[in-house]
């Protein structure tokens, strides 16, 4: 596979060794990742999300395992997306909450969020022993094209304060879509859905942008952790070569 940035020169793909599979522990992985070092990987990273990649810190990789192709590339096409009955039960259940945009730069507020997800959702996982460097190596990067999209309860205006936050949807901004990284929340605010509410709000925002489409990453069918991600319809797969429309029905009626 051969990749061109505007200089004509070919980009260069490694594939890793095997490492363990973060999805299914009794499987092996292996991903294909553009060069690190190359000066244009800013530049291609949209084109690749076309493809099928995706970014993690710095790292711009795309699933590459030799049995298994579990992990299928999925985005939303916005403006012809509908909610179903759940995610507007959800967006009702929310209609409190304050969003807003701002650039991605961590703060104590967020890092003191983020490591009360960990703890509750990735428990003797590693990433529960992240510090603040880990975090800006992991959602920030340094040619990052992310925003935080900030959640917070609404503001208390007399006293003069923010409310208080309880999710932040670290999201890429390209010509091509939105990216959905990584999200955290309050883990104990179960009851809002706000992972679901994060990436309906993500949908909202790329209607508004005039971007045609969320990209969610990896769906994996039937893996509890992954399997969300058919509920947001239509859903178009990468299939290697173009991206289709997926047969993915919903959890609700419409």
Known sequence: ?????????????????????????????RDLVLDPQDSRLGELYPMA?????????????????????????????????????????CLAR?????????????????????RRYLAARHAKGGMDEHGPHEFDQFLIGGWSHGRFLEIRTAAAAAAGRRGRLLAV????????????????????EHARGLGT?????????????????????????NHRKMDYKRRYRPLEHFDGRRWREADAPADGTP
């Open 1 to 29: 596979m051969a990749l061109h940035g505007d200089s004509n020169e070919e980009l260069r793909l490694f594939q890793t060794g095997e490492h363990p599979c973060g999805y299914f522990p009794e499987r092996r992985a």
């Open 169 to 188: 949807a670290v999201t890429d901004v390209t010509p091509l879509g939105l990216s959905a990284v990584y999200t955290f929340f309050d883990p104990d």
């Open 94 to 114: 929310n209609a409190d909450l304050e969003c807003r945009v701002l650039p991605a730069e961590r703060t104590d507020e967020q890092f003191a969020l983020y």
């Open 197 to 221: 509410y994060a990436i309906l709000q993500q949908i909202d925002w790329a209607r508004r942008a005039h971007l045609p489409h969320l990209y969610l990453g990896y769906w994996i069918e």
């Open 49 to 89: 999300l076309g493809w099928g990649f995706r970014r993690s810190g710095d790292l711009v990789y795309r699933p590459h395992c030799q049995q298994c192709r579990a992990c299928v590339p999925v985005r939303v096409p916005v403006e012809r997306f509908t909610p179903d009955r759940s995610q507007r039960r």
